[in-house]
T-cell receptor, first 113, second 117 residues
């Protein structure tokens, strides 16, 4: 399974944008880039995913480098409720079905009021 | 979005007893579900892949006789921790894939916290 590298922790101020980086230099052509976040004592929550093009949804934006070896999750205006561990994960598709997710250590995002 | 539930949300048991945890996909069918375990301040560790109507696939180092998985229907998978010991105390989380227009998304249950005394 291809590996991702994320900073252990980041800090942000409330109401400001947050850019969470992820490196995945060994990504293959069929790997989707997934982002999940986990609040304390809860199961992970889906944030966003993409393959090649940048993606936007109501939670966040995902910017994918042209060579796909890195990506950035963008929270446009951080709130205190966005404080969580953010996981960047590569999910490989085999025969039309997506493979298991292997979690790394993620980035612990702290949001200051 | 899709909802995955787990029951119970927490359980305390004596050492040597068995504990069953249920994972249900409430509004979609899941031929494949996944079971994770998470220790305090650590990341999620994939334990096994649960396949409806067939045997589960366990990750390396996970004892299949200790962690029994049954995926009897398209909406229910169960994890039974047999002869639980204090070192099995952990946060157990299940998940399932749901196909959508932009590919598949994995939805997670809220987790079950197990404390073995």
């Amino acid at each position: 399974d291809a590996k991702t590298t994320q900073p252990n922790s980041m800090e942000s101020n409330e109401e400001e944008p947050v850019h969470l980086p992820c490196n995945h230099s060994t990504i293959s052509g069929t790997d989707y880039i997934h982002w999940y976040r986990q609040l304390p004592s809860q199961g992970p929550e889906y944030v966003i995913h993409g393959l090649t093009s940048n993606v936007n949804n109501r939670m966040a934006s995902l910017a994918i480098a042209e060579d796909r070896k890195s990506s950035t999750l963008i929270l446009h205006r951080a709130t205190l409720r966005d404080a969580a561990v953010y996981y960047c994960i590569l999910a490989r598709v085999y025969g039309g079905a997506t493979n298991k997710l292997i979690f790394g250590t993620g980035t612990l995002l702290a949001v200051q009021p | 979005g899709a909802v995955v539930s787990q029951h119970p949300s927490w359980v305390i048991c004596k050492s040597g007893t068995s504990v069953k945890i249920e994972c249900r996909s409430l509004d979609f069918q899941a031929t494949t579900m996944f079971w994770y375990r998470q220790f305090p301040k650590q990341s999620l560790m994939l334990m096994a892949t649960s396949n409806e109507g067939s045997k589960a696939t366990y990750e390396q180092g996970v004892e299949k006789d200790k962690f029994l998985i049954n995926h009897a229907s398209l909406t229910l998978s169960t994890l039974t921790v047999t002869s639980a010991h204090p070192e099995d105390s952990s946060f157990y989380i299940c998940s399932a894939w749901l196909a959508g227009a932009g590919g598949e998304t994995q939805y997670f249950g809220p987790g079950t916290r197990l404390l073995v005394l």
